[in-house]
Structure formats: structure tokens, C-alpha cells
């Protein structure tokens, strides 16, 4: 079947340290890769993605790259800001169009 | 453009009552999906109309929840009777066309069934 796995939070980390949110996926095919992130207050909002194997995606600073030999895509950052602090989803998408997430994880940046 | 809305944005009820969801997806876009987070849970996929039709309802929980979508416009998904174990975030999200266009979602509407 299809699922996503994703790293408990919740994640507290300092203003400019660095950032890895783990996600590995099953899924049957070849599914594309999604991280949404939500914001205090806002909806689900696409931070990136990837349609094929050895994809990178990014966006704001973040990156995320599609594995398939290791069936992973982990969002990292370099250097994370106050203005990270929301909860990320990692999702695939099969086939069939349909959208498959993990169970988020929150992250709190403190200055 | 306007984004995807939804209201009520918190709905406080009592098991057995009924609740009723709406959502506004952007104008133009056919597909139109509902999902729900179940705290601290992933967010699981209930349904999906293209246009006015339901495309896929296998996340459907059970048939306490009906959704519509009268003239492929707004939809509404309404929980009659209300269980606990409805509470959550109800998330709508709506596309042109999935593959090239990413879902946009609305802020969600948080059930609270006490």
C-alpha cells in the first residue's frame, strides 16, 4: 500500500541552526513527493516538490530530495529562522491522484 | 484570486448533534477534495468530486458523513449524528489539474464534539 512516515516532533531548534525533518515512503509505482507546510493560522501550503528519482526540489531555503534507493525524502535547512516555526507534512502522490501524508511535524524555532 | 475558504473556521458540538462544513474552492478549479486531521494523526483523504461528481469516497469513515456539491460550486460535508471521535481539522483543498498544479487549501475548520 501507500504510506508515509515522517519524524515525530515536536522539533525545537535555535534561530540558524540546522534543520533535517526525516520522511520515507512506501508506495506502489512511482509516486511524487510533497512537503506542505502550515503556518499558525493558514491552511496547508506547498513548500515543494519532486516528480522523479533523484529530484530536488526547493523553495525558501529548504531542499528536499527524492530518493528512491533509500525510498526517502528528508527537508533540510541550512540556516532556520523564527519565521519556520509551523508544522510540515511530507506527501506523496500516487497514480491515481491521490494524496497521502504523514502525521506532520512541528517545528518551533526560538531566537 | 480568492483563495479556497471554508466556514465554520471552530465548530463546538455535542455528540448526536449535527454539523454541517462548507467549502468554497477557487473559482474554476473542478476538482474539490475533503480531508481531516485527527489529532496528532496524519491527514487522511475522505473524498473527491470533479465538477459536481464524486470521484473517489473510499476515505469516507462511514455513513454518518455525507458530502455534496451542488452544481460543482461549494461543497458541504455534513456529520449527522456527531461522534468524540470526529473531532479534528477538516481541510478542503481544490485543483485545476493535480499533476502540474499543486492543491490549495483552506484553513481548515476545527470539529470539537464534547
Known amino acids: 500500500g501507500n504510506s508515509v512516515t515522517q519524524m515525530e516532533g515536536p522539533v525545537t531548534l535555535s534561530e540558524e541552526a540546522f534543520l533535517t525533518i526525516n520522511c520515507t515512503y512506501t508506495a506502489t509505482g512511482y509516486p511524487s513527493l510533497f512537503w506542505y507546510v502550515q503556518y499558525p493560522g493558514e491552511g496547508l501550503q506547498l513548500l515543494l516538490k519532486a516528480t522523479k528519482a533523484d529530484d530536488k526540489g526547493s523553495n525558501k531555503g529548504f531542499e528536499a530530495t527524492y530518493r528512491k534507493e533509500t525510498t526517502s525524502f528528508h527537508l533540510e535547512k541550512g540556516s532556520v529562522q523564527v519565521s519556520d516555526s509551523a508544522v510540515y507534512f511530507c506527501a506523496l502522490l500516487t497514480g491515481a491522484n491521490n494524496l497521502f501524508f504523514g502525521t506532520g511535524t512541528r517545528l518551533t524555532v526560538i531566537p | 484570486e480568492a483563495g479556497v475558504t471554508q466556514f465554520p473556521s471552530h465548530s463546538v458540538i455535542e455528540k448526536g448533534q449535527t454539523v454541517t462544513l462548507r467549502c468554497d474552492p477557487i473559482?474554476?478549479?473542478?476538482?474539490l477534495y475533503w480531508y481531516r486531521r485527527v489529532m496528532g494523526k496524519e491527514i487522511k483523504f475522505l473524498l473527491h468530486?470533479?465538477?459536481?461528481?464524486?470521484?473517489?469516497e473510499s476515505g469516507m469513515p462511514n455513513n454518518r458523513f455525507l458530502a455534496e456539491r451542488t452544481g460543482g460550486t461549494y461543497s458541504t460535508l455534513k456529520v449527522q449524528p456527531a461522534e468524540l471521535e470526529d473531532s479534528g481539522v477538516y481541510f478542503c483543498?481544490?485543483?485545476?489539474?493535480?499533476?502540474?498544479?499543486?492543491?490549495?487549501f483552506g484553513n481548515g475548520t476545527r470539529l470539537t464534539v464534547t
Open positions: 473559482s474554476g478549479h473542478d476538482n
Open positions: 468530486f470533479v465538477k459536481e461528481s464524486k470521484q473517489d
Open positions: 483543498a481544490s485543483s485545476q489539474e493535480l499533476k502540474d498544479s499543486p492543491l490549495h
